[in-house]
Structure formats: C-alpha cells, structure tokens
C-alpha cells in the first residue's frame, strides 16, 4: 500500500513515484487507453482507496498552489489544454483514471506555478 503517489504524464510516457522512493515508468503507451497503463502502474505500487494521488500538471493558467482535483479544476486543466495539447488532456485521462481507481478526487501541481515565480525580467 502507497500513501501518497504522484503521477508525471509526457507526451510519451507515465512515471509514478512513492512517498517511499518506488518508481514504475511505462513508456510505450498506447495513447487512446492511457486510463488502462494509469490503473496498472497504480496497482503496480499499492495504489487503494487510502493512497492520496498528485499529479504534475502543465499548464494549469493562473492556478499558483496545489490544488484539489474538482470539477472547476479539472474544467480549468481541460481549458488550458490548447497550451499544452500533448499534456494536459493526457493527464486527465490520467486523474479520471485514478480517481476511479481510488474514489478520491487528489491534487494537482502545476508547472505553471513554478513559472509564475521567476522574475519578470527573465520571462
């Protein structure tokens, strides 16, 4: 069993890491089942109805924290998908997958908050 678990989804890949250090990358995915390669990485880990699940998320517009993954936060990551097209709606397959899998609604963080950090002068 996992207590917390995050989940970086590429374009091409899915890596799911521990709070205890275990790692599992699939890297050959099939695209159009991406919610299938999700559930058995989870599985894979000990991922079960106690694990809270964290995802890195792209691009998430002017989302600075963390976040709980609710409906206007997941309506948000879908939004700005048109800025990171190979990301975001594969995350979501992701998150929808997960949150089935746990019947918890986890967390987002966001590239976009690291970025929303460096100076103005170097944007």
Aim: aromatic residues 6%; glycine residues 8%.
């Amino acid at each position: 069993m996992a207590d917390i678990v995050t989940f970086n989804v590429g374009s091409s890949s899915i890596e799911v890491r521990t709070s205890d250090g275990r790692v599992e990358t699939e890297k050959e995915l099939d695209v159009e089942d991406l919610g299938s390669t999700a559930r058995g990485l989870a599985r894979r880990v000990g991922v079960d109805a106690s694990t809270t699940h964290v995802h890195r998320v792209v691009h998430g517009g002017d989302m600075a924290s963390p976040k709980q993954l609710t409906n206007d936060v997941k309506d948000e990551i879908r939004f700005h998908s048109r800025f990171a097209s190979l990301h975001n709606p594969a995350e979501l397959d992701v998150i929808r997958a997960v949150q089935d899998l746990t019947g918890r609604p986890g967390y987002a963080v966001f590239d976009t908050s690291f970025h929303q950090t460096i100076p103005e002068y170097r944007r």
